[in-house]
């Protein structure tokens, strides 16, 4: 998709202000009844496509993700732009600065088309957290879209943008990629830069594209990718174009399946897609292995102890007095004009209670009881060391194996409102996506086929889960999948 438009521009078939204003067109059409996106931003757009239509014109050399539209999740800074992060305590934040990934975009002359709709502060799967509005699911609008970066996946799927970014803490950008039929890929941890994306839980959070294709997503990944002194977490890394090494047949490559992930909380159908799947992986010349990751079944609830941790420990920053908005006094019927100040305590309770949201501060209360003295040793600590176990499940892992494939969600996408009263069922959408995350490893998600429900089709997703910093093999191995017979 991204090379075919790229080439368009440049044999002058069409042009990037064209392409950029019929994008508005289509968004301006769909995304009152699809609702991906929270912020446009039309004058920076047009600015690129301009730049980009120019550079053409003296037939200067143009990157291959110039003039191209996309979208950016919320929680991405965008200089000058408002970033809500699908939370009302940032309702009237401006970013006072390009997040890294942005400012590489910039660069290349990306056309950003806008900010997407979130779970508040990436905390969800079904984007229903957001403080804004609902997103739906272009396969069914009764179905949500997956969360949190839901307003990027259903914006790709609905074609209201070529591709998006998207943040990862625990599954993020593959379930909402899975719910929406698109690709979604996590790069590994380190690979790029946070720099700009307002934290939710940093020892788990990377940035990634939604994109139509794994073509895409490789190109994108070779854009945004590097290392970034204005984050120490990223890695050294030379240049690399991930879209490089695809290769027609796979037959060197050893695809393990851990059998943990098969268990009686899959969906049937969604099984017979990813048993489909396994097969035609083998008709492409891979070698299949059954394989254990035996700590799997603390996945869920190691990464529900970490990241809850540093989610009170980041998210303790939105006082009312450092950012967004501040209540000076609940009780003033005028509050969210200004108000009279109190005390500063009040101030900061104040704020915090009526600016966030019911499951953002459920985490706050539970990370801030993880981290109290009492407990800390008995859940944190103890966490992290099961944290360590998960960790060297993989190490052995990829001794036998090249890469591990699995569903990425054990349904598909399901309907408004049916996990909001229950925080435990939503949870259960992670199960086979955190352990990526606590591992640091790469993962992507693809399309595995739809299946039938009344009269909509809905998408499933398979996963593979690569090495770490193994992201060539990784998108080599999905991308024969997705072109192989
Ligand atoms: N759905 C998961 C959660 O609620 C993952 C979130 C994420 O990856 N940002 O924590």
Redesign the pocket.
């Known amino acids: 998709m991204i090379k075919e438009l790229h080439k368009k521009l440049i044999n002058n078939e069409t042009t990037s202000v064209k392409l950029t204003e019929e994008y508005f067109g289509k968004i301006k059409k769909r995304d009152n009844e699809i609702g991906a996106f929270l912020t446009l931003t039309e004058d920076l757009a047009l600015d690129q496509a301009r730049a980009v239509d120019d550079k053409i014109k003296k037939g200067e050399k143009i990157d291959l993700l110039a003039g191209i539209p996309c979208a950016v999740k919320d929680n991405v800074c965008l200089d000058g732009i408002r970033a809500t992060a699908g939370s009302k305590i940032l309702d009237n934040y401006i970013a006072p600065y390009d997040a890294t990934v942005v400012k590489k975009l910039k660069e290349k002359n990306a056309v950003i088309l806008g900010k997407t709709n979130l779970d508040e502060f990436?905390?969800?799967?079904s984007t229903e957290n957001s403080a804004y509005h609902k997103t739906k699911n272009p396969a069914d609008l009764e179905r949500v879209p997956g969360?949190?970066s839901g307003g990027s996946a259903a914006a790709v799927a609905a074609d209201e943008a070529v591709w998006a970014l998207g943040?990862?803490?625990?599954?993020?950008i593959r379930?909402p990629a899975s719910f929406c039929g698109t690709v979604g890929l996590k790069p590994t941890y380190g690979r790029v830069s946070r720099h700009g994306l307002i934290a939710?839980a940093s020892s788990l959070d990377q940035i990634g594209p939604i994109a139509k294709t794994v073509e895409d997503a490789a190109i994108i990944l070779s854009g945004i990718s590097g290392e970034d002194n204005m984050d120490a977490t990223t890695a050294k890394s030379s240049d690399k174009f991930y879209e490089n090494y695809f290769t027609k047949d796979i037959k060197n490559i050893k695809i393990g399946i851990p059998e943990e992930y098969l268990n009686e909380g899959l969906n049937d159908k969604v099984r017979e897609k990813f048993e489909a799947a396994v097969k035609k992986f083998k008709k492409l010349g891979a070698e299949i292995k059954k394989i254990s990751l035996p700590h799997s079944e603390y996945s869920l609830p190691v990464y529900y102890i970490i990241?809850t941790s540093e989610v009170s420990s980041n998210l303790a920053r939105f006082d009312g007095i450092k950012y967004g908005l501040r209540v000076n006094d609940k009780s003033d019927s005028n509050f969210e004009q200004g108000g009279l100040p109190r005390n500063l305590l009040e101030t900061y309770l104040d704020s915090r209670e009526y600016g966030l949201g019911e499951e953002v501060k459920r985490r706050i209360m539970l990370g801030t009881y993880t981290l109290s003295a009492g407990y800390y040793d008995a859940y944190y600590l103890k966490a992290q060391k099961v944290r360590a176990l998960i960790k060297n499940d993989f190490k052995k892992v990829f001794k036998e194996v090249d890469v591990i494939f699995s569903p990425t969600a054990p349904e598909t996408a399901f309907k408004f409102g049916e996990k909001m009263d229950d925080p435990l069922k939503m949870y259960l959408?992670?199960i086979y996506t955190v352990t990526a995350n606590l591992a640091g490893v790469p993962a992507i998600s693809f399309p595995i086929g739809t299946i039938p429900e009344k009269t909509r089709k809905l998408p499933a997703g398979g996963q593979l889960m690569g090495k770490w910093f193994d992201e060539e093999n990784l998108l080599r191995v999905a991308h024969a999948y997705e072109n192989g017979i």
């Not at 990436?122 to 799967?125: D, F, I, K, L, V």
Request: aromatic letters at 0%.
């Open positions: 990436a905390m969800g799967s969360g949190s943040s990862d803490t625990g599954g993020s379930q939710m990241m959408s992670d």
